[in-house]
T-cell receptor, first 116, second 110 residues
Framework: GAGVSQSPRYKVAKRGQDVALRCDPI?????LFWYQQALGQGPEFLTYFQNEAQLDKSGLPSDRFFAERPEGSVSTLKIQRTQQEDSAVYLC??????????????FGPGTRLTVL | DAKTTQPPSMDCAEGRAANLPCNHSTISGNEYVYWYRQIHSQGPQYIIH???NNETNEMASLIITEDRKSSTLILPHATLRDTAVYYC???????????FGTGTRLKVLA
């Protein structure tokens, strides 16, 4: 079956522009995660959804970052008034379950955001 | 949050076993250890995970020490396509978010 897909794969924005990044998780997956990966670094957690509920947004770096998953499937990560430090690869992952640990996350290919 | 420590880079000869170590000394008793790898410009790919016992699948073996403070990923017969960055990850209990380290860049040499 299809894996996690993300769009666009590449996004170039001018400083101050708003951007929206989309994630289509694997069908039926309850949990959805967003991570940010700076160049040469490991991914860092941003936020977590269980169905449509955002249960953890502790990793969002500022109030310019906003994520939603209104119907419990597709998710959008929005960044307002982009800054150069927002340049990174944004990864989405989904997992089938929602509790108990040992939940394997399946990652999408990521969206590479470059802010000029 | 439990953190992991890995060597920044390793080389391995093609056809030989690659043994990648990881320290996770602050791991909690109910937190899993995961291993993923990432090839340039792709998302992380799942390899294996475990809690207390050693695990094996078609890709690799995972050896976890009895005190759970460290683990080793074993690729039994490395190929050139195994060249990648390998991440040892602790799954945070509660929201199940992954806490990535900086990874080990494995280069398999012909």
């Amino acid at each position: 079956g299809a894996g996690v897909s993300q769009s666009p794969r590449y996004k170039v924005a001018k400083r101050g522009q708003d951007v929206a990044l989309r994630c289509d998780p694997i069908s039926g997956h309850v949990s959805l995660f967003w991570y940010q990966q700076a160049l040469g670094q490991g991914p860092e957690f941003l936020t977590y959804f269980q169905n449509e509920a955002q249960l953890d947004k502790s990793g969002l770096p500022s109030d310019r970052f906003f994520a939603e998953r209104p119907e419990g499937s597709v998710s959008t990560l929005k960044i307002q008034r982009t800054q150069q430090e927002d340049s990174a690869v944004y990864l989405c992952a989904s997992s089938l379950g929602s509790g108990g640990g040992g939940l394997t996350q399946y990652f999408g290919p990521g969206t590479r955001l470059t802010v000029l | 949050d439990a953190k992991t420590t890995q060597p920044p880079s390793m080389d391995c000869a093609e056809g030989r076993a690659a043994n990648l170590p990881c320290n996770h000394s602050t791991i909690s008793g109910n937190e899993y250890v995961y291993w993923y790898r990432q090839i340039h410009s792709q998302g992380p790919q799942y390899i294996i995970h475990g809690l207390k016992n050693n695990e094996t699948n078609e890709m690799a073996s995972l050896i976890i020490t009895e005190d759970r403070k460290s683990s080793t990923l074993i690729l039994p017969h490395a190929t050139l396509r195994d060249t990648a960055v390998y991440y040892c990850i602790v799954e945070f209990w509660g929201t199940y978010k992954y806490i990535f380290g900086t990874g080990t860049r494995l280069k398999v040499l012909a």
